[in-house]
């Protein structure tokens, strides 16, 4: 029997989210009616899920949430907030909560919400032991670090699950990586694991890429052809930055998570499909809600368990371990024999700031190792491009100057301006096209729409 804690000091409420939560679930209910004697409960009972109203006496739901978080405690807790306050909602969960209700609860809204928080209640008071002896824990992820190894273990609980995944971070940390360590450890490792980078596919071939189409269905349609998610079917689809599909693309997402089912374009009979879905983003997505750039009800479909990567700059006692760790792998690449790294070239590596993470660091010990033709790799075998050493685009008179001799018109001089300008801040960010963008002050939709129309993507 699952236990379910409500703090609120409504006590209609409470017999409103019973009758709600009742039906076809084996819930126990406890109660409290203000914020102190809900943090007594939680220590006291341990519940699968609690859900807290913010507006009470003696302790408010963000004063307990605050309290919570400084005491390092983990709950799942589900938000109640009112109708358009979502910035409400944006900020207990930056403190801790695991989702958010809107009130009036929307009947499908709280069913998907209540659901997957209980399954993650009762993963998370099961004994970590059992969790591990279910994992065939296999993985070439690198790191002894306390913030890597919760990452890990949140992925090994999850694995084990068919609930979907969102995972956070900053380009270059590893996201792919996670979903395919979830997946391999997963009742469906033996099935697809598929990757579809979502800033990719522009908005009008949406529905043929993710679903497929028939023979005929439009001009150049010569065969049938299966989408992504068929392609999928009993595996695992991985949404890369999901926070880039249009609105319109996110509707027809939306719809086939929810009936599990869809049609090829230009088909009428339905495909079912049974798909693990896994998604990354390097955007809020709570916050692209507030701009009215996401659906919230797609957050909801997609968001049943989430996991936050750290920057490479915050697990810095990883460095080590993944410098040896690719420099054995370019060792056998380049047919090299470097045994070791001197003091002076890792504290080099451990001092720099790696906007561009993992990703950044993989590219600089390629490099190294290419460089050095001895067994000991030296500080000046590490090319890092620094901030101050970046190309700054103003003193680029020569290439203005090549470019304007040429005789073409001045409409294609323009794209050759902005081709060379978005190359040069992809290359200087280290292909990281999230700060890429933010330098060039533009979205990563419109940077993503600009790397294709040019023929850079």
């Not at 009470?56 to 963000?62: A, L, Q, R």
């Not at 405690?73 to 958010?100: C, E, H, P, W």
């Not at 998570?257 to 088909?267: A, I, P, S």
Request: glycine share 6%.
């Amino acid at each position: 029997m699952k236990k379910v804690l409500i703090i609120d000091d409504n006590k209609d409420l409470h017999l409103v989210l019973e009758g709600l939560m009742s039906a076809n679930r084996n819930i126990q209910f406890h109660h409290a009616y203000n914020g102190m004697e809900g943090y007594q409960k939680l220590l006291q009972l341990e519940p699968d899920l609690t859900i807290l109203d913010n507006q009470m006496p003696v302790m408010s739901g963000f004063q307990l949430l605050e309290k919570l978080k400084r005491e390092n405690r983990s709950y799942v807790i589900i938000m109640l907030t009112a109708f358009g306050q979502i910035s409400d909602a944006v900020n207990a969960m930056k403190m801790g909560a695991f989702d958010y209700l809107t009130k009036p609860f929307d009947d499908d809204q709280f069913n998907v919400v209540i659901n997957k928080a209980l399954k993650i209640g009762s993963l998370k008071n099961r004994k970590i032991e059992s969790i591990q002896a279910l994992l065939p824990i296999q993985t070439n992820l690198i790191g002894e670090s306390k913030l890597f190894k919760q990452v890990l273990e949140h992925a090994g609980l999850v694995a084990t699950t068919d609930i979907n995944v969102i995972i956070n971070g900053n380009n270059g940390t590893g996201k792919e990586e996670i979903a395919k360590y979830i997946h391999n450890n997963s009742e469906r490792k033996d099935q697809p694991f598929i990757t579809v980078d979502c800033g990719a596919i522009p908005e009008t071939l949406f529905e043929r890429e993710m679903f497929g189409c028939v023979k005929g269905a439009f001009t150049g349609a010569e065969a049938d052809t299966i989408g992504y998610f068929e392609a999928a079917n009993n595996g695992t689809i991985f949404l890369d930055e999901v926070g880039n599909l249009p609105y319109k693309s996110q509707s027809s997402l939306l719809r086939v998570l929810q009936n599990r089912k869809f049609k090829r374009v230009g088909d009428i009979k339905e495909v079912e499909i049974d798909v693990r879905l896994i998604s990354a983003t390097n955007a809020t997505l709570l916050d692209e809600i507030c701009e009215n750039r996401f659906r919230e009800d797609l957050f909801h479909r997609i968001n049943g368990f989430d996991i936050t990567l750290p920057d490479l700059k915050d697990r810095k006692e990883d460095i080590p371990l993944l410098a040896n760790h690719f420099v054995a792998k370019y060792n056998a690449k380049f047919k090299r024999n470097v045994q070791q790294i001197t003091p002076e070239a890792m504290e080099i590596l451990k001092s720099h700031h790696w906007s561009g993470n993992v990703r950044e660091l993989i590219n600089t010990i390629q490099k190294a190792v290419l460089i050095c033709t001895d067994i000991t790799l030296c500080p000046q075998h590490i090319q890092i491009l620094s901030a101050t050493e970046k190309r700054d685009f103003k003193q680029e008179s020569s290439l203005i100057e090549e470019i304007m001799e040429q005789p073409i018109s001045m409409n294609k001089k323009m794209d050759l301006f902005e081709k060379e300008i978005i190359r040069q801040a992809v290359d200087a960010n280290n292909g990281n096209k999230s700060l890429a963008a933010k330098w060039l002050k533009i979205s990563r939709k419109t940077l993503y729409d600009k790397l294709k129309k040019l023929g850079l993507s």
